[in-house]
């Protein structure tokens, strides 16, 4: 809150942007509240530290990650960096290995998906479909590109110093 205002009426003023933030297990998102006090008309969002800091730990702790003005850092990466004891550098680059793992362990799954739909259509497993009938095209979707770059990941260091 504003220490200018005498008076505050903190209200909700919708949802701020989402922040992306990497883990060990993949990425997801926190969104939180944008925040305005009636009085003073100031804005601000619910996930500033500032405010972080004047909640009791006991809600503080169900965060999944340390929150800082304009980055954060999942706390399963703090554990591993604490545990390990790597450069936040290095941290980033095995981050970003476990994402290219996961993607293409996704990209073999879809593959497989799209070759036993194939086959169940061409009666290999001893009935056919009517998929092939149904389908204006038969050419599958293409899965997606994974950006060689991950929103969060290399900037670990700023985050952790």
């Known amino acids: ?17 989402p922040r992306v933030i990497v883990g060990t297990g993949g990425q ?4 939180s509240s944008r925040l305005c006090c009636k009085a003073c008309r100031r ?3 619910a996930d500033s530290p500032r405010w972080l800091e004047k909640l009791p730990k006991r809600f503080t702790n169900l965060l999944p990650a340390f929150l800082t003005y304009k980055k954060a850092i999942c706390k399963s990466v703090m554990d591993e960096l604490r545990r390990t004891g790597h450069s936040p550098g290095d941290m980033a680059n ?8 996961k993607y293409e362990r996704a990209h073999l799954a879809y593959l497989h998906a799209i070759e036993s739909v194939r086959e169940a259509e ?3 497993y001893g009935q ?10 038969n050419t599958p979707r293409d899965f997606g590109r994974m950006d060689k770059k991950m929103p969060g990941v290399e900037s670990l260091s700023p985050v952790i110093t």
């Open 1 to 17: 809150m504003s220490p200018c205002c005498p008076y505050p009426n903190v209200v909700s003023a919708g949802v701020g942007r």
């Open 28 to 31: 997801y998102y926190i969104m």
């Open 43 to 45: 804005f601000w969002f």
């Open 94 to 101: 095995q981050v970003n290995e476990l994402m290219q793992l």
């Open 122 to 124: 061409a009666g290999v």
């Open 128 to 137: 056919r479909t009517i998929g092939r009938f149904v389908r204006k095209e």
